[in-house]
Structure formats: structure tokens, C-alpha cells
């Protein structure tokens, strides 16, 4: 029976819940000390001196890292990833709760002791932290996807089309900067070995950190090793290699011993990203007959100073491609601020961007008293509208189709505050959903033990989603041998390089390399076979493994007599090829969202979803439903839930835990219903799938918004959606 | 954290004793003491545990219902005779926190919880209430879940608790002990207004334990309940809530006592609303103009003006189903 596509148990489970797990702040390193972070009270300016008396003379304190003393890292162009600081490497502060020092100490609680003694003395500076006050100064970005693309692009004329249009809709969508809160913190022991280094680091990539480590150390890259074999969530904030890995390792070569580096839950509230704020002005105008005639979508996000590096939110991107319109116009715009960078988050652009687009679609929807569906149905695009290219694949259309069936859409009444239950409102709201296919080179090395048990190895990683998994089943079907017969590795920068675990790719990219290095290895077995006496007359494509025999025309060796001759090895690499020049690669989906508003205290609560998907291939049905459910969730999170705060007057996070930090609870999510709508993208890659990790939330927000309007009648342009909002 | 030391007390005595050491703290629970020591939000030199001490009874008779200070919010909500007796305390307190945060925390350390301020609870800012005249930056920050209600040009910070303002409504009485014996206060007495001295939040003197909480049965108690509002279905802090406890004799309120929670610096009983109810047929009119009278005073800002009407409507909404 093939593995790929059953709905198996992860393979990582047991070890997970027994806590056999090792996540990187759980290896123990010999005669390892702890670090503490320092961070600033002040959003601008800049540090003129440090009082480290009582800091330093308390117990256990083994050193205090500031911008004084601090070892010198090289140039950050050296250095291939988009974070430049803060490093301890000059005193400039530009945000609050910005790194300034660190404490290392014999013990956790003699460094977290002397760190909140560390006095400093600072220079104020003026600082921006209201980003609405500063969109008069948007920049555009230097750098945005990049380099792969210009941050504005049009076809058509979107504005002289708008004045022609019967139905039109202009309006502002705004959404608030939330941080992931993975449940593991960011950690890393680093330890030195003369001008070695290992670093256990919880890290969505790394092969990143191998490569910004050498850059700031100076050092070759075969000379940092970095071990990640589990990963307690990212969501995107471990993406990049951030300062705290850095420290760690510039903090153990001052101590001459292993430093471990934990975060404290509030301290990654400015230490590892978050999804920046968006302003977002859309102008959409359509025909009497709802055929769309302009679209016009001008994105702002909010970002640090530019020194420390440069993250652009890509919101309009969906805009360019979902729908046919022929007028189309897209800008992105930064608002630089006194605010840490911020970084990718679960569906970075898609999950902001869809959210007003959708939300806009509804309102034009609304406007030309049509079904939000249809409205979608009229300007289904059958091709890619912006890159006029065929889809590799799309089954839109029948995500719309099931999803509405599942969900009893054609039962909704259109009026808004038309449906209820008691004094209960009850709304129902639609958005359609889609991410962008990626995928990366990557390698995969795999060797057949003398026991006829197979290792694979590939220096990726497993964030949560399954990779240990899915990538044994794609294995064992390759193979064909039992998945228990099969070890896959993953976490080590010592194997064949992966892809960094971002943007839903891991399975596109690694799959085909733990295919071919199957294959690879086949062929190794099958030439050991027709090297054997009496096997000369038989083809190596004659023969087939089977039950533990390779198995020609009237002969047939068992696997263990052939692996007497030793283990037999392999290696294989992969990279896209030129499909991305042939086809627009997207995966799809459709959202349905019922909520139930109490018309008088404003409780919002979502009783209902289905959400049906067209993700390419399912290699593993159960991972699967796991990462849709939990990225509608996430979508739950915020439409209702998530909003980091930030005071005004001193650009300092006020909500920096997760008791004030809302996110949704097990009460908050219904029962949620998953239609994986069959598909095969072998235009995509040769595995046919398309990446699930980030759709399922896409246009969640919108869907829930959308359901609100028609519950209450009141159309909210901004999430999350509070109790106020809706009073 | 700072370094402390913890004394293991055998008896209450020995608990009051230690505790008269300065820069003492009681621990009980410990699920928001430990949080603030971690922020040094709190710095105590010394921890008396109360564990040890055997002080965690729940005791239930005729006339009344006894709590001793260590008892559990668990254990509380989910005993027969509170759920029969004293159902606005039982639902107010699992409506509170989450389920693994009720097993461990007690009846006293709830009513010493501090406030949920994010200013309060960040040493990076400055805040009246942590350091004294160092400035309230909630008054023109982010202060959607500020106080409407008994809030100082010093600090409009919430008192974040459910159970006290349930308390309030069933004329509870707190059994303290100190170093100079022993005393009973109405709940309604314990908290105090921030005024121009917000740091100091009760009129408990230093080293002054809790040991239990009387509340007698009444007709009223039987006839309670508890609703709170919030963002989130469960695990949040009330936006507002309300509880009621009617006394009624047929469809006539007799008497009403109703407080609310989320809106005030401290648990806020609501006269103005129990006087327009009282003696009146329990009638949708009637409840609906007592309910609007809610607040009086209140004192708001641009992020929480909502509270006002949202508290009317809680407090409506609380009395139509306790009416019921
Ligand atoms: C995430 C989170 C969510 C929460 N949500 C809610 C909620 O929705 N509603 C709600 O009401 N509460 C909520 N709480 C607060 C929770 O109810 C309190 O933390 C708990 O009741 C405190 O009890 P404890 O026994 O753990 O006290 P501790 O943390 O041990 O002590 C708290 C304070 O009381 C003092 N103290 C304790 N016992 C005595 C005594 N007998 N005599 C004198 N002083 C004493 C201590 O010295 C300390 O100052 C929440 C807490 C958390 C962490
Ligand atoms: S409201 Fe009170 S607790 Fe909050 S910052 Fe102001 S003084 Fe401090």
C-alpha cells in the first residue's frame, strides 16, 4: 500500500509528549553558563555610560557584554541574511526594548539577577512611533522580495478605468502588528572550539545560521555547525538568524565557555520580529454586471529604522494575480519607525493583504447586490492576470463549489442582521484564499544499512508541520520498503543543505531530492546485483526490489547477501527548473465563516467554519488537516484576538505576555471542518504539491469580518474586531 | 528576580511572626506573586510559604459558608452547597483565570491579585502605583481596560478580580490576623481608591494575614449569578461584568444587591442601581431604567468609553436572568 497520502500519526509524536524531544535549550552542554539579555527603556538615542558596580560584584557573574567591551563582529555585508543588529556593536538606540547588554553568569538565576542590577545612562533622541503620523514619509522599499521585483506595478490604467465604473469602493483596511509567540522561546547554547563553533539553536533555517554566523565570526562556514533537530513552533520568527544567536556565541568566546542564551516570553516581543502594522487603501470598480474594471491596492507597512535592515509586508501581491481584472495598480510603502524590524509571519503579505482585499471584495459585492460567490465567479481568472501565464494548476473553482455545499451557503439570506437565533445575530462570510508555490534547491544524502535499514539525511527541519514524517513516506514508497525500516534526520548543518522552513516549502523542495537520492540508491542496489556471478546477462532496469529480494529474469539475491559486500550510500540534489517561467504556481482555497454576535454586550464568537483548499498533493491526509485547522485558527486569532500595543509616548510594548496578548483558546475555535479538494501540481514539482502551511489562514480574517458585517450590519475595517466595535 | 529566602511557618503564629520581618511577602499559590517577583514587579527578601499552614477548609452550614484562606478556586467553584447557596461566587470564579490556574490558587492570594496594567507590570515604564510619583503613562496610553469608576488623576488602573466583586454582592466579611490580633472587615472595606496613594491597594497592615471569609445564606445568595464580558470566550480578564443577587418575594424585588467588575479601581458595588430596584416589581421596564443609572461618576477616556455602555447592558442582562 502506498504511504503517501495516508493519514499517518507523526513519527515525532511519542517522542514529543514524553518529552524525549530535545528542543535546542534542552542539550546539555558541559560546564555551560547562562546569558541574560539587557534591554533599553528608551526608543531613541543613544548610551552614555554603564553602571556595573553592584551588577558585577554579585554572585557568580562571569561578565557583562555592552557596547564598550563587546568582541567585534565583521561587516554585516559579509553577512547573507537581512537582519543587522542590534549587536552591542555601538550605542545607538533606536527602539525600546532594544538589546544593550548582556549578563553571563554560573547559574539562570544569578545572570537574571544581575541583569535587572545593570544600570545605564542614556542621551534621549526624538522618536517616531506613531506610524499613522508618519505616512506622509512612506519610502518605498530598497529591497522588496529581494530584488525580484519592483514594489509597484500596474497593467492597464487602474485610476482613469475607476471613473468608469457603475459600482465603486474606496477605503482603508488597517491591521496591527502581532508577534508569533511560538510556545518554544528563541534559545541557543553556543560552544566554542578554538575557532569552531556549534550552536544548538531553535531555528526555522540552519543553513542560515551556519552561513550569518561565519560572516560575523569572520569564519569559514564549514567551521559552525548549527543543530536544530525539533522546533517548538516559528511561525516565521525563527527564519532569520536574530542577534540573540549571535550573542550567544560572541558571549561564549568572552566567557571561554558554552553560553546558553534563553528569551524571556516578553523579551521576544523585540528580539525576533513580528508582522509589521498595514495601512491599506483599496479603490475597486466594477460594471453594473460586476465585471471588475479597476483595482488599486496601496499597501504601507510599518518598519524600523532602516539601519538595523528592511522587512516590506508584500499585501498587494494576491491583488496582481486572483481576480481578471484588466486595470490593476499595486504600491508598497514603509513607514520607518523607532520599532524593532520586523520580520515574516505565517502567510507574510498574503494573510494582511487577502484580508482587506477580500474584505473590499465584499464590500463591492454588497454594492452590486450580488452573492459574494458569484461576484468572485465573474471574474474568476482562468489564467494568471498579471504574468499572462497559465496556472501550473487550479481548482478554485471547485474549493468554491465544495466549500459552499459543506458549509449550506445557499441558505444564507443576503440581508445583513437577517439571520438569527433568539436575540442572537448570526453572519456568514466568505473570502477566497491563496499563497504562492515555492520551492529551493536542496540535498539529500541516504545509505542502506547492513541490516537493509535505510538513513536519510538533509540538513532541513521539522517546525511542527511533519517533515520527519512525510518525508519517511515519500521514502518508503520510493523504496519501496517499510517506512519503519527508515530513519529520516533532519537539524544538522553537518548534511546536505535544505531550504530554510518558510513559505509553505519544505515539502516541494526537499521531497524530490529524498526521491532521487531513493532512486539513486536503487540503482546503487540494483548495480551491486548485476555485479553478482552468473548475473551478467541482466539489465540493471530489468530488476526490481521486492520483499527483501532484488528480484531480475530467473534469478533473485537477497538484500542481506548483497549488503554482506557493506552498507551501500547515495546522494542526490534538486532545484526547480524553468516552470516558473512557464506557469503561475498558486495554491487556493475558499473560507466560510459563521460567527454569533450578541447585539448588546458585543461578544463575537466564531460557532462555525469550513474551509476546502486546494493545497496540490497530500502527502500525509492527517499532518495535513492539522496544519489547516491550525491556520484557520491562527486566522481566528486575528479577526477577533491579536494585537500587539504600543505606547505611544515611548514606543514601548505594553501587552508583552501572552495573558494580555490575546489569542484564540479552545473555546474560541468551533469544530472546523477541512475539504482537501483532490489536486496533482506536477507542473509545480514532481511531487505535485503546492505547500499548506500558511493558505489555511489566508483570508480567515476577511471571511470572519465579512460575517460580522452580516451579522451586525457594521462594516469594520480594521482587526481585531472588538466588543466595541460592534455596540 | 531577586535572591529571597522562604520560611516554611508550622503554625499560624509562626507565619504572622515571620512575616514581620520587612520586605516579607505571604506566598500561596503563587500564580501572580511569582509572575510579578520574575518581572520585579514585586522584590521580597523573605517568602513565608502558607502551604504548610492547615488552612484550606470549606466549610458549609444553614446559616452560612466559611472559606479559609487557602482554599482553592477549584475546589470553591466546583463544592455542591456554593453552586446551591452561592451560585454567583461558584460561577464568578469559573468564569476566572483557566482551569490549571484555579487549582493552584487560593481564595486570599485572589483578593491581593494585583492589577493587570501593562504599564503596572513593566519595569521599562514608569507607573504611580510601582514607583509613587513617577507618573500614570495608562491616563493617555493604552487604557481600553482602565477603570471607569473610582479612578485618580494618579491611576486608573482595574481591579482585575472576579471573585470580590461576587463577594460584594453577599456581604462577605475577611477574618485577618496580625501581629496585634485579630479582625474582621466587610469586603466592601478592604480595597481601597487609589486617591493620591495608589501603591497602597487595601487597608491590610504589613505582615497582616488573611485566614478566612464568612458569608452568610440568604435568600439573596440563592438568587445570584455572576455574567462576565470578554474579547476572548474563556481565560481573559472581564472587560465588565456584573453580579446580582435579588431578594424577591414573588414577582417583587424585595431587596437587590448588584456590583460589577472590569470598570472600577476597586470591586464596585452598585447603590444607585440596587436603590431604583428595590421594593419595584421585577418588571422589563423596571430593570432596564435601574440597569441605566449603572456608573454614575464614571470617569472615562477615549479607549474606554465603551465600558459605560457596555456596563448598563451587563448589568441589564444580569438582571434579567437572575429574575428569571
Ligand atoms: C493568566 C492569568 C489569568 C487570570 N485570570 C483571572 C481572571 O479572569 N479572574 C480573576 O479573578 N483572576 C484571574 N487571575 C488571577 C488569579 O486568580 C490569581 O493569580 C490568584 O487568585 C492568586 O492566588 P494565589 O493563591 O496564587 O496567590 P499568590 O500569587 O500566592 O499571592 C498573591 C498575593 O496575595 C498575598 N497573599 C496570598 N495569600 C494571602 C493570605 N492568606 N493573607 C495575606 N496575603 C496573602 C501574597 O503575598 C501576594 O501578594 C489570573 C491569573 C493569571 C496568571
Ligand atoms: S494606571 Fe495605575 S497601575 Fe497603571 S500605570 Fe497608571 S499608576 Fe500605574
Redesign the interface.
Known sequence: MAMIGQPLDRIDGRAKVTGAAKYAAEFRVPNAVHAVLV?S?IAAGSITGFDLKEASDMPGVLAIITPNNAGKLTHPENVPQAVAGPLLQNKDILF??QHVALVVAETL?QA??AA?AVRLTYTRGEAATSMDAMLGQAYPPKHFRNGARPPDTSRGNADESFATGAVKMDATYVTPIEHHNPMEPHATIAAWDGDRVTVWTATQGISGVQSTLAGQFGIDKANVRAICPYVGAGFGSKGNTWPPATLAALAARTVRRPVKLVLSR?QMYTSNGYRPRTVQKLKIAAAADGALLSMRHDGFSSMSRPSLGEFAEPVALATEMLYACPNVAVTHRLVALNAALPTYMRAPGEASGVYALESAMDEMAVALKMDPIAFRLKNYAETDPHENKPFASKALRACYEQGARAFGWEKRSAEPRSMRDGNILIGWGFATSTYPTNRMPSAVKIRMEKDARVVLQCGTQDIGTGTYTVMTQVAADTLGIPMHHIRFELGDSNMPPGPVSGGSMTVASVSPSVQAACRALLDKIKDRAVAQPGWGGQSRDGLQLRDGQVVGIGQQISLATLLEHGPIEAEAKTQPGDEKKEFSMHAFGAQFAEVRVDP????I?VSRYVGAFDGGNILNAKTARSQLIGGITYGIGMA??EET??????G?I????V??Y?M?????VPDIQTIIVPNDDKNSNPLGVKGIGELPMVGVAAAIANAVYHATGVRVRKV?I???DV? | MQAFTLTQPSNIQSAVAAASEPQTKYIAGGTDLLQLAKDDIETPRQLVDLEPLPMSGIHAGPNGLRLEALARMSDVAAHPAVVHGWPVLSQALLASASPQIRNMATVGGNLLQRTRCGYFRDTGFACNKRVPGSGCPAINGENRMHAILGVSDHCIATNPGDMAVAMMVLDAELELIGRNGTRKVAIGDFHRLPADTPHIETILRPGELITGIAIPASAAARRSGYLKVRDRASFEFAVVSAAVALDMDGGTIRSARVAAGGVGTKPWRLPEVEAALTGKPARAATLQEAAGRAGEGAKTTAMNAFKLVLLRRAVLRALQTVAA
Not at chain 1, 448588546?600 to 461578544?603: A, F, I, K, R, V
Open positions: 534591554q527603556t525600546n526594548g538565576e537574571q539577577s535587572s516578553s448588546d454586550l458585543g461578544e464568537r477577533l484576538h500595543l504600543v505606547d505611544q509616548e515611548t514601548r505594553v501587552n508583552t505576555n495573558a494580555e490575546l484564540p483558546v479552545n473555546a474560541d481585531p472588538r466588543i466595541e455596540l
